[in-house]
């Protein structure tokens, strides 16, 4: 598995979590880096992007202001810092490395180097 989700967990709405995204065997430098989300009986959706080159950082509109992604290369991890959660959010987060191709709105189809993902659950 080239990249390996971890700090998911369950906790109360209006909680925070950080989700980590870690480069195993595998140099997330190059890369954009997406964070998707999959609710039972949804279609994976796109949360945020960073990109390799810049830094520049994208936002799914319900969770803007909300989450902030962002890459630490020395550590080869991204991190998405979920903030205000609601039971909204609760879904199998992944993350994924962008090859080549848009980079908002992301395509799942374009994206490779999946990780197995981490779950989150809001709840009280």
């Known amino acids: 598995v080239p990249v390996v989700e971890s700090g998911g967990g369950l906790v109360q709405p209006g909680g925070s979590l950080r989700l980590s995204c870690a480069g195993s065997?595998?140099?997330?430098?190059?890369?954009?880096i997406g964070w998707f989300r999959q609710a039972p009986g949804k279609e994976r959706e796109g949360v945020s992007c960073i990109t390799s080159s810049d830094g520049s950082t994208y936002y799914a509109d319900s969770v803007k202001g909300r989450f902030t992604i962002s890459r630490d290369n020395a550590k080869n991890t991204v991190y998405l810092q979920m903030n205000s959660l609601k039971p909204e959010d609760t879904a199998v987060y992944y993350c994924?490395?962008?090859?080549?191709?848009?980079?908002?709105?992301?395509?799942?189809?374009?994206?490779?180097?999946w990780g197995q993902g981490t779950q989150v659950t809001v709840s009280s």
């Open positions: 994924a490395a962008l090859p080549s191709g848009s980079i908002w709105p992301p395509d799942t189809a374009e994206y490779d180097y």
């Open positions: 065997g595998f140099t997330l430098d190059y890369y954009a």
